[in-house]
């Protein structure tokens, strides 16, 4: 095995230094990805054993560094030496993956020679490298256009363009490291690798403007994206400003952009816009501010201040409920698992599907560094999720990637984590600060709180750490991402919490103690004055016992069930119906006759219908209207009603619809209960088919009682 330029002169500074580096310090000095550099080392580690010397050695608090006898290393340093005479030569896919961020960054056509003496390579090889430009290009529906005397463009539709142009800005470049490279000096000369091209394509962009921008946003929606989400969306906004300036606009659908624009997304990033035309002197075109909200709702968020359930578009939180429900149930079904009792594992899976839901109606991917070591520390729940998701059909037949699969899987991961949890007295106060957003920083609390004595005071993304430090007390901080200029003590883990992490971690925090089974020392006091002739059965029936009384009791402080929404008042089944506005009528008159609303909400519920689309049809056959709960509405209702004959709303992968469901809600809250056990029995299929051939009222308010 051969060294490359780079990888020698890594190895030779390592030789030479003598102390540890970080991988983010060799990253910035060598201008590529963290990502490249954690190659690189592999590579390097090969290379030793394959000469017979020691590998590398990796202290995670500290960094990289090369211990080996001076003789070693004397003889080592010699055979690299002759690698300080050389310039670092891009390997071919290096290459291709320059001359890509270099063709996005043209507005016409480049020659062959021009990106020839850019790379400093030859014609030929060049001319050999477009080759598989072109392959690249065409697998996303791309064209490179060659033209005699004038050179090579890519052609196609903008939003595959800008989605690519994502793409390869991002492959090379890790987000934790984005920031850096926003930030770092621009060099004149152009730097023939990722890193230097992002720098030149985003030269005369404000990013400090373009972040203050974001975090204008989130204060406006009361809520924080995850890191991830947060550098993703200022990379996407920075490219629609530099696609707008090269007069490169997106188009959108009417029906797409007049369904945008009736979310609260859309109105605020309106608002804010005019900053950004100011700032960069140009204006933006409303398609483009629908593709900028598209974004918005797609990202994942770590933390929502206010606790505003419909923080970002309310049409959405139905379908989210129904689909959390019905993962939850064939997970435990595939798994042999009892998730139902979770609520936090529901919680957090709305939170994810939510946004997911856009990305998958717009083709937005979703990135995950962790999927592989998900894929192989929870193989089976792994590939437990993927059945779940096929089967309950959450994206319409699209193809969900595994990054999106391991994202929900860490949920769920999270959740047998917290099964695993025992009592804990509080030790030391912990900071959990995650970059991948809250199924990731759910996981790593959840290991975390198993294993030490500790008391975690918030998970939280990168930007909430100022403000947390200044109210909360905190000892130690845990994270998955590099942090710089903190004075308290902080070890970077991967989210998996391996054995080596565990054992980092020992070195600050206490393992806990025995778990105290509270049942057996009930049993063990009623044994001193009672006869126990099965102590198995009375243990099982008291932890049953104790469980129900401890739902019973957390239910009764929420609000209302479903049983008492749904009566038989609110129930119609076999409604003749002349088409999608007189079901949802129908719906609205059961729950303005129990007074739970007033007739200008049954027209708002139709009125939105109008002008949104049909977005109420939650599922096959399954339609919600609802409308925003400050027009007309009295108290939380529910009204339930079944058509002789299916109807068409307007809904092509869920039509005909067979059941109206009528929500109506006071606040953001309080309907969340009573719909949640909705989505439950609307993801059982014998439920659905017993009331769909039912005439009796009784027969549902039997099933709902059951």
Known sequence: ??????????????????????????????????RTIRYDLDAIDQYLLELGYPILQRKQSSGIYYNCSKVNLDRLSKSLRKHNNYQYKLSQKERVNVIITLLFQQKGFITIGSIAETLFFSRSTIAKDLKEVESWLNRRNLALISMPNKGVKIDGDEAQIRKAAIEILTEELELDNIFEIFESDYQNELETNISGLVEHYFENIDIKYLIEFIEGIEKELNMLFSYDSF??????????????????????????????????????VLKLVKQLEERFKMSFPMDEIGYITIHILGSSITKN????????DLENFAAALLIANSLVLEVSKLSNIDFLDDNLLLEGLIQHVRPAIHRFNHNIKCSNPYTNEIKN?????????????KTINISNGQKISEDEISFITMHFAASIE????????????????CGNGLATGMLIKSKIENIFDVNIVNVIGYHQIEETLMSKKVDIIITTMALNDLDIPHIRISPMVFNKDIEELNKYLNYKSSRIDTLSEVIEIISKYCVINDYDSLKSELSILVKNKTTTIYKEKLNPMLNELLIKDTIKLNVEAKDWEDAVRIGGELLEKVGAIEKNYTEEMIEGIKKIGPYIVIAPGIAMPHARPDIGVNKVGMSFITLKSPINFGNVNNDPVKIVVCLCAVDNTSHIEALSEMATLLGNKDFINEVIQSDNVNDVLKYIKK
């Open 377 to 389: 520390n929870y193989k089976d729940l792994f590939e437990n999720v993927r059945l779940g998701i």
């Open 305 to 312: 201040i206010n606790k505003d359930i419909d923080t970002l």
């Open 1 to 34: 095995m051969i060294l490359d330029e780079r990888k020698a002169q890594i190895l030779l500074k390592l030789i030479k230094l003598n102390q540890p580096i970080t991988i983010s310090e060799l990253a910035k000095e060598y201008k590529v990805s963290n």
């Open 418 to 433: 917290r099964k695993k949890r025992f009592e804990i007295s509080k030790r030391k106060d912990v900071l959990i600060v």
């Open 231 to 268: 550098t993703s969306l200022l990379i996407h906004i920075a490219l629609t400003i530099k696609r707008i300036k090269m007069n490169k606009d997106i188009k959108m659908s009417r029906n797409e952009l007049l369904y945008l624009k009736s979310t609260k997304v859309f109105s605020i």
